[in-house]
């Protein structure tokens, strides 16, 4: 063995001692050590390197993306020897149907293996980490991770809630729409039986909230709040019976 890696440790009559630092694939083999008797003794011994995976990397994401649409993560990781294992997690929470793929480097050595997740993006995901997960023998137990948040754009959720549930004349009330969505929704509108509000001095709108004093039996009627996004609009009804 002739390299400037390879020193020599220890040196007796009973012992012959190397050291190999920054080992790489090509150490791998049978080494042999001879003793120089008549007739000579050898011993051999197979070293086996492994290959340490890259850093892997999530590719596929394109900020953002709409509810419905399909979305294919990949997480890549090459020189690993043997083949890496990748896991995929969804919130901590471990995700099982994705594909694998082993491939052979260049050197014909170590491998570079892939794991796409595929799933519909869903208003549930969006702020959800995903992360890859490559564990190796070679990484002592502490395996290599690559993050990818999630960013969800979908249309507006609207609810309606009234501040009273058994109104009666004279009395007050409050109803609050309440609408979620990405990017936040406009301000929302609201409409009675179909048109604009009948009697705008007892009826204030302030943002989402819609305030009706001294009612009667003229407020009675279905109350519309409609909210809307660059992605769509939705809206929910709120029928007012004034006892």
Same mark, same amino acid.
């Given at each position: 063995l002739r390299d400037n890696r390879i020193e020599l440790v220890r040196a007796s009559w009973h012992e012959l001692s190397i050291s190999v630092s920054d080992v790489s694939l090509s150490d791998e083999g049978q080494y042999t050590c001879s003793l120089f008797t008549m007739p000579v003794k050898t011993s051999k011994a197979f070293l086996t390197v492994l290959g340490v995976p890259e850093k892997p990397q999530i590719t596929g994401f394109t900020s953002p993306v709409m509810e419905g649409e399909r979305m294919q993560l990949? %997480?890549?990781?090459?020189?690993? !020897?043997?083949?890496? +294992?990748?896991?995929?997690?969804?919130? +901590?929470?471990?995700?099982? /149907?994705?594909?694998? *793929?082993k491939e052979e480097d260049a050197n014909r050595k170590t491998f570079t293996v892939s794991s796409t997740l595929d799933f519909l993006a869903d208003r549930n995901d969006d702020g959800a980490v995903v992360s890859c997960r490559v564990d190796h023998e070679s990484l002592n137990s502490t395996p290599q991770i690559a993050i990818q948040v999630l960013e969800i754009h979908y249309t507006p959720l609207v609810k309606i809630i009234s501040s009273n549930s058994w109104p009666e004349e004279g009395q007050s009330i409050i109803l609050t %729409?309440? $609408? !979620?969505? !990405?990017?936040? #929704?406009?301000?929302? *509108?609201?409409? !009675? +039986?179909?048109?604009?509000?009948? /009697? #705008?001095?007892?009826?204030?709108? @302030?943002?989402?909230? &819609?305030?009706? $004093?001294? &009612? @009667?039996?003229? /407020?009675?009627?279905?109350?519309? %709040?409609?909210?809307? @996004?660059?992605?769509?609009?939705? $809206?929910?009804?709120?029928? *007012?019976?004034?006892?």
């Open positions: 990949t %997480c890549k990781t090459s020189g690993s !020897k043997p083949a890496a +294992d990748i896991r995929w997690f969804k919130n +901590d929470k471990e995700v099982k /149907d994705v594909k694998y *793929l %729409c309440e $609408s !979620k969505g !990405k990017p936040v #929704p406009e301000p929302v *509108l609201w409409t !009675k +039986d179909g048109g604009e509000l009948p /009697d #705008p001095e007892r009826m204030v709108v @302030n943002g989402r909230v &819609l305030s009706i $004093s001294f &009612l @009667n039996k003229t /407020d009675n009627g279905t109350y519309r %709040c409609e909210a809307k @996004n660059p992605i769509g609009r939705n $809206s929910t009804e709120y029928v *007012l019976i004034v006892h």
